[in-house]
């Protein structure tokens, strides 16, 4: 009998000890995240966050259809509520969204119950207006912490935050932006970029320069599920 309760425990200490050396953060199976996806096609995605607003997506989506160029719109859920015409023209032109929360909230203060009921308000917003499930999230401010990875691997999503920073939210001079994308960008490249800014900003001045220069330069604007799926 005190051999047995000996083995067992020592079996406890192994079962604790186990545990108590995994790292904070394990690995965790299915995790996708993505900043670039390498392609030697010239590939690039534009990505505009924080809308859908009811000026600024509307003009910008005028451009991207003046150039037949495709983006990708990273919708907060209250505001595809608030504007859901705006939303459905973005899916009718055949640009796509991925899911920013419902919110915005800093996700560094969520717990794990508090991320997936933020993104699954997120999610149903986007499906009751445009009839589409997003695939994409992008947490807000880019903060990607165990809650994020373990919500987006539960939910398949694929998590993507980006390589290139125009910094248009924090009222950039159009040269500013325009020289830096014209600097660093290269095939596979995400532009990060806004379309709901509570202050002035160039977003559209600059990209009213990018893209014609960019396709004289040969590349070409696809949604970051196209890019993805055309990884290297
Ligand atoms: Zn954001």
């Known amino acids: 009998m005190r051999i047995k309760i000996w083995i067992l425990s020592i079996l406890m200490l192994s079962v ?6 995994l790292p904070a953060s394990a690995e965790i199976s299915g995790y996708r995240v993505y900043g670039s996806c390498k392609n030697d096609k010239k590939l690039i995605a534009l990505t505009f966050d924080d809308g859908p607003h009811p000026k600024n997506t509307p003009v910008i989506l005028d451009i991207l259809a003046h150039y037949g160029v495709k983006a990708t719109f990273f919708e907060v859920g209250s505001n595809v509520e608030h504007y859901p015409e705006v ?10 969204i991925g899911n920013h929360t419902y919110t915005h909230p800093h996700v560094k203060n969520l717990s794990l119950a508090e991320l997936e009921k933020e993104v699954s308000k997120c999610e149903t917003a986007i499906k009751k ?34 390589s290139v920073d125009t910094r248009d939210w924090a009222g950039t001079p159009t040269s ?30 600059a990209l009213k320069i990018i893209i014609p220069r960019l396709l004289d330069e040969g590349y070409t604007f696809v949604t970051v599920s196209r890019l993805i799926e055309e990884k290297k």
Do not use: Q
Not at 16 to 21: A, E, Q
Not at 176 to 205: E, R
């Open 129 to 162: 207006v445009t009839g589409t499930s997003p695939v994409l999230f992008r947490p807000p401010e880019g903060v990607i912490d165990d809650a994020v990875k373990v919500m987006s691997t539960d939910r398949e999503y694929s998590v993507i935050i980006w």
């Open 87 to 96: 939303s459905r023209r973005v899916i009718a032109e055949g640009h796509e």
């Open 16 to 21: 604790i000890l186990f545990y108590s050396v």
């Open 176 to 205: 500013v932006i325009v020289k830096n994308v014209m600097k660093n960008v290269k095939s596979g490249d995400i532009i990060l970029m806004h379309d709901y800014v509570t202050k002035s900003c160039n977003t559209v001045a």
